[in-house]
């Protein structure tokens, strides 16, 4: 099996489509979609987004959860995934988001995420989210 196709075979493995159409107001709390809480994250970059409202509705989306500690899994997924990403390339930002979701956000700030990030030389379109431990549980 080629490089290409076996990528794109993980890629289907790993997005989560989720395309709804759901009646909720945008930027209400609550749960959306009939599934998804609405809470509010923080990039990589500091901006505020609501995990329904900016993350999910109306995308393709893949999303993994990770912590910038993590000596195991986390790096080789991550890598795994920025190869994910390399195969999208300009796709990924438009047609297909990408989201890695911080297991441990006492310690994963923006900040240190954005710091994971340069490590694996994550492009556009593939952001990283902390929020509060609550919100985070919930998801």
């Known amino acids: 099996m080629n490089i290409g196709r076996y990528l794109t075979l993980i890629l289907a493995a790993l997005i989560l489509c989720v395309i709804l159409?759901?009646?909720?107001?945008?930027?209400?709390?609550?749960?959306h979609g009939n599934h998804f809480p609405n809470v509010i994250l923080t990039t990589h970059e500091g901006k505020k987004v609501r995990f329904y409202d900016d993350v999910l509705k109306d995308k393709v989306v893949s999303i993994n959860f990770v912590y910038?500690?993590?000596?195991?899994?986390?790096?080789?997924?991550?890598?795994?995934l920025r190869q994910v990403q390399a195969e999208l390339g300009d796709r990924v930002g438009k047609d297909v988001f990408m989201?890695?979701?911080?297991?441990?956000?006492?310690?994963?700030?923006p900040k240190a995420l954005a710091r994971y990030m340069r490590t694996f030389d994550v492009g556009p379109g593939?952001?990283?989210?902390?929020?509060?431990?609550e919100d985070i549980k919930l998801l």
Do not use: H, K, M
Not at 68 to 80: N, Y
Not at 99 to 109: G, H, M, V
């Open 21 to 31: 159409t759901g009646s909720a107001r945008s930027g209400a709390p609550g749960w």
């Open 68 to 80: 910038t500690t993590c000596g195991d899994v986390c790096p080789l997924d991550t890598a795994q």
């Open 99 to 109: 989201y890695s979701i911080s297991l441990d956000p006492e310690n994963d700030t």
């Open 126 to 133: 593939w952001t990283f989210l902390t929020g509060s431990v």
